[in-house]
């Protein structure tokens, strides 16, 4: 079992940024991929960015490609967003997620799930 801790979000104008915090622990060595998603309500839940856990190449959505950059920390098992140029349509419930082995958009896919954050951007 992996255990994912979030930190970071919050209220931002247009225009600003966040950094988004995600802290692995427990079974790491198992962790494929680590993916960002969001929610916002009445939409289904997407995925922003990935990045495989050992080769730490990524994914980047095309809503977000230019504007959020993932990273992972490996001393620390940490995966970061940064989240830059921020739009008020970016505002949602994010979650980072570990998993993607079977589909690596499909939420379906991944396992462990951290505890979600808000972002709210204005505008």
């Known amino acids: 079992q992996v255990q994912l801790v979030q930190s970071g979000g919050g209220l931002v104008q247009a225009g600003g940024s966040l950094r988004l915090s995600c802290a692995a622990s427990?079974?790491?060595?198992?962790?494929?991929?680590v993916g960002w998603f969001r929610q916002a309500p009445g939409n289904e839940r997407e995925l922003l960015a990935a990045?495989?856990?050992?080769?730490?190449?990524?994914y980047y959505a095309d809503s977000v490609k230019g504007r959020f950059t993932i990273s992972r920390d490996n001393a620390k098992n940490t995966v970061y967003l940064q989240m830059n140029s921020l739009k008020p349509e970016d505002t949602a419930v994010y979650y980072c997620?570990?998993?993607?082995?079977?589909?690596?958009?499909?939420?379906?896919?991944?396992?462990?799930w951290g505890q979600g954050t808000q972002v709210t951007v204005s505008s």
């Open positions: 997620a570990t998993g993607g082995i079977a589909g690596l958009q499909d939420p379906g896919s991944y396992a462990n």
């Open positions: 427990g079974r790491t060595f198992s962790i494929y991929r």
């Open positions: 990045i495989h856990w050992s080769r730490s190449t990524t």
